[in-house]
């Protein structure tokens, strides 16, 4: 049976109202590719408008792949970590 | 149930006022709370993202601390008032997203500032390209990116005088709530000891000078206790309002 797959991205709410354009600093992970984590679990953090938000693994799993480097930016909606459960 | 919670008061120090954030939003937050904060002694308060800066800087020297929100570094002493509140983060205040956040706390010290005659304003995302030109005399991308020291820059709903930043804001959002942290220019501060700490150009000064202003260099002989007590007025209003 394979893994299913998830990836995880800040959500909507945190870029409501930022202007179009602007991008978001990944800031630190608290986790490296391999990791098992569980839901809810704190796995990085993320700054947008000087603002800094958790990152929350959204299911029991194992960290895939890091998609996004500790001090890269990214853009609404790109995907920052992949998980596998 | 009063709105606003029993933490609040004026606490002293940039140790001091980075704990009281970190022990603000350990456990969840039930309430909103808020405290005022005053600078005997000069420090270096870092956006979490300039970490990197503490470590490079000489250790000798001003006391460099580094904050739970983003942004560029803060100059914190006597010329300075903070401000922290916590909110829970389903608050009708911040329940909005990240610059619903901001918008509430800069509108808030806009008002108290006019309160004490200082004619302020938050600025609107829309504005912001227009307010960063006008406070940097420079019609650059570079002149909105040079953002190390927050008074560098501009962001959705800080609050400008003339133009000029008088207030920034920053916020830290997590499970047990949003933390959101502001610093009210009461006088024109030594940008020249912000800059020698970090390392950056003796012109960087000059450039904070032009983009800020202060209490004081808008309306000569404001009294502390006058910009505090309209800050305390105006929070306790933005919280009622928000749950009326």
């Known amino acids: ?85 | 149930m009063h709105p606003v919670g029993a933490a609040s008061g004026v606490g002293v120090g940039a140790a001091a006022e980075q704990a009281w954030n970190a022990a603000a939003l350990a456990c969840p937050v039930r309430a909103p709370a808020w405290r005022l904060w005053v600078y005997r002694e000069p420090a270096v308060v870092l956006g979490c993202s300039q970490r990197a800066q503490a470590a490079l800087a000489p250790a000798a020297g001003l006391e460099i601390l580094v904050r739970d929100s983003g942004g560029g570094a803060v100059l914190v002493g006597p010329w300075m008032l903070g401000l922290s509140a916590v909110l829970p983060g389903a608050h009708p205040l911040v329940a909005g997203g990240t610059l619903a956040g901001y918008r509430w706390l800069g509108v808030a010290i806009a008002l108290a500032l006019l309160r004490i005659g200082v004619s302020a304003e938050a600025v609107e995302k829309n504005r912001l390209a227009l307010c960063d030109l006008a406070v940097s005399g420079e019609h650059s991308v570079a002149a909105v990116r040079r953002d190390w020291a927050c008074f560098g820059s501009l962001s959705p709903w800080e609050v400008v005088a003339r133009g000029r930043k008088i207030a920034g804001l920053a916020q830290r959002r997590q499970r047990h709530g949003v933390l959101l942290a502001a610093g009210v220019l009461l006088q024109a501060p030594p940008w020249v000891l912000l800059c020698e700490r970090l390392g950056m150009a003796r012109s960087e000064a000059l450039r904070l000078a032009q983009a800020s202003t202060s209490c004081a260099e808008e309306l000569p002989d404001v009294e502390l206790a006058s910009l505090s007590s309209a800050l305390k007025r105006s929070l306790h209003e933005a919280v009622e309002t928000a749950l009326a």
């Open chain 1, 1 to 85: 049976m394979s893994d299913v797959m998830r990836d995880v991205v800040l959500p909507a709410e945190a870029w409501r109202d930022v202007e179009p354009g602007t991008e978001a600093l990944l800031d630190k992970w608290l986790v490296r590719e391999g990791d098992f984590v569980k839901a809810g679990q704190v796995i990085g953090a993320v700054v947008v408008v000087k603002a800094r938000l958790d990152v929350e693994a959204p299911l029991d799993g194992r960290v895939d792949k890091l998609l996004v480097p500790a001090d890269g930016t990214f853009k609404p909606g790109q995907v920052l970590v992949r998980l596998s459960a």
